[in-house]
Every structure is written in structure tokens, then in C-alpha cells.
């Protein structure tokens, strides 16, 4: 890229891409190749194998490091790979303080996976900072994070957390997957590592899984940057291509997504079948002040409790569920199409009921992902749902 912006809007489409040298082709080729022939042993142009260097991953990771205004960005086979990859710095005997209000499969990495490998993880409601620095050790190595959580859109305060972690020499990564560099920038508020799924908005059409981490801490990165070729859990040239199409379009991606879910929030509140609507952009959000002062814009994710009437909210949620026709019942979040949800039952049922219950994963509660559809199209989708919920 020769343009030297600082505007997300420009670097989104131009960082960490160069017009092909061999051909001039204005958009990164799909290098689709396992190895690179070199004119004589140790004589090459910087790639050697593909799970090592890719020019494909290469130009994503630039471009993802650049719109997180980090120095250094690497690319994964998935956001779980992204997660597992950093635990990996960590030794047995090393502690973790996270936020509890986590994806489901963040938790199930951290109780299932690295339990067993002797690394232990404390849990603090995020929105209070003072409880990561309760929860500090003296063998604490990380702190952890997801805001807003998922899916009860807690926020946490990230430069409050990141002044506790500097101080006790932890570090702080933060999973960004459901705001993106262009509604909030972790490493501007003193995060060591900006964690995603690209999964989600970043790549936003749904049709990939993978993750990222971006630095600009050059010791983690280069700890990083080793774990990434030796464990290998990289995403291929194909998959890192869809995801540098994908945040081409993402500042006007994120525009329409928050746009629309600012319409369908105060909507859903108004309705006399929810009993509670979250989401970061109300009035009502007990965090609002701070979402306001941390985030660009409060997000395309809304949460809400549908009442107990005729039937139960289970049996409620699950007929509404059943009966919207635009927003697709699946997992996943952040494409361009809306999506609907029940955590309980289906992205958060690897959580124990009763630590669900104590969070506050009910059974009426229902998550969206807004997508950029008209909003018209939305609102009448939701609206007939709801009746058949109860016909
Ligand atoms: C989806 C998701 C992940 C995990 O990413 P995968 O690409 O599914 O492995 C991590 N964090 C958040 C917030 C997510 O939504």
C-alpha cells in the first residue's frame, strides 16, 4: 500500500496488500501451495513452507494488525485456534484471571483443555475491574476477557484492567470479535493482544472459520509467531483470502449492523412479550456511560428475555425460534444475514446449568445477530415470530 492513512475506512481495503509483483493483479493472489522452490539450500525470498510463511495469510495478517493499529498480526485456522495457540506461552503451575461472562467454547478451551495441562483460571464478573486485581497472583500470567461478553453484553472496562495488568506485569488480551477495530481498539486502551473470530464481522459472510491475534508487543509476538508454525494450527491460503475480502466492506458492514440494531433494540423494549432487552446502545444498560466512552458504536449484537405467558419462556423461545423465516435459528454471528439464537440450548450449553443460571443465561433468553437486511424485513420478521410464538 503507498497511501499512508490513518482512516479504518482506507486501511480496511489497502493495509498489507501490494498490487501482485509478478502481474500487476490489483487483489492478493490465493497462493494455494505447500512449499517455495529456492535457487540454492537457504536461498530464498522469505517463505519456505506454507504452515511457516504464506503470502495470502501474510497480506490478511498486515491488514488486520494495521486496522487494530497493532505492529504485528497472526492468523489462525479459528478464533479457539487463536486462543489455544496463546495458552500455549503458558506452563503448568501458571494461573489466569478471565472475565466469566465467555463464548462457550473460550470456557470449555479453559476447563477442558488447559485444566488438565496443570494452567488454572479464575473467573471475575467483568464489569468490575477491581475483581481481576483481587484475583491476581503472584504465578498469574494472563488476563483474559471478552467485552461486550457473550452473550449478556456486560462491558468491561478495558484501560481500568489494563492499568491493573501493567502494574502487576500480567498480560491482558482482549477478544474483539463482536465489536471489530472499527467500533473499539483494545491496544489503544493498553491491551497486550487483540484476540477474533474471524468467523464473525471480520470476514462477515459467513462462509469461513479463523482467527487472529494481533500485538505490538514485539516478546509476545515473536512467543507467538514461534507457537504459530510449531503447533501449526494455521488457516490455508483460500480461507485467509475470503477473510482479506471480507474486511474490505467491513467499515460499511459495521455501519449498517449498528444502524439496524439500533432500530431493532428500542423496538424489542416497547414489546409487551420481552421482559428485558441488552444491548450496549440503551439507556437502560447499566454500562451505557462506559460503552459510550469506550466503543465507536454499540454493536449489531442484541440480547433479550422473552416473558413466561400462556407457555413458558422455554417453550416460548423455543416456538419463536422455530418461527422466524428471514433470521435463520443457527451459531455463528457477525454475516450479513440475521441470525437467531438460544444460548442455553445451543452456543452455551457446554456451561453447567447452574453456573448458567448464576450468570444469568436464562431460559427466555435470546440472543440476535442483526444483519444488514432492511430493517423493515427485521422488524416484520420478529414481529410474526413473535405471534406464532404464541398462536
Ligand atoms: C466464535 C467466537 C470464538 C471462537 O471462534 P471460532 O472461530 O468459532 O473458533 C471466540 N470468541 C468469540 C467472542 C466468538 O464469538
Redesign the pocket.
Known sequence: MKTKSSHLETLAIHAGQVPDPTTGAITVPIYLTSTYVQDGPGEHKGFEYSRTQNPTRQALEGNIAALEGGRYGLAF???????TTIFHMLRSGDHVVAGDD??G??YRIFERVMKQMGIEVTYVDPINAGAFAEAIRPTTKLVWT?TP??PLLKICDIAAVAEICKKRNVWLAV?N??LTPMLQRPLDLGATMV??????YLNGHADV???VVVTSDEEVHERLRFLQNAIGAVPGAMDSFLVLRGTKTLAVRMERHVQNAQLVAPWLEAHPAVEKVIYPGLKSHPQAALAAKQMRGPGGMISFVIKSAKRPALERAREMLRATQLFACA????GVESLIEHPAIM?HASIPPANRAKLGISDGLIRISVGIEHIDDILADLQQAFERADA
Request: net charge negative; proline share 0%.
Open positions: 485456522a479459528s478464533g479457539c485456534a487463536a486462543t465467555l463464548y467454547g473460550t471478552e461478553t457473550n477478544d470479535t463482536f484476540v477474533h473470530s474471524t468467523t464473525k472459520v479463523g482467527g451459531e455463528s454471528l457477525g452456543t
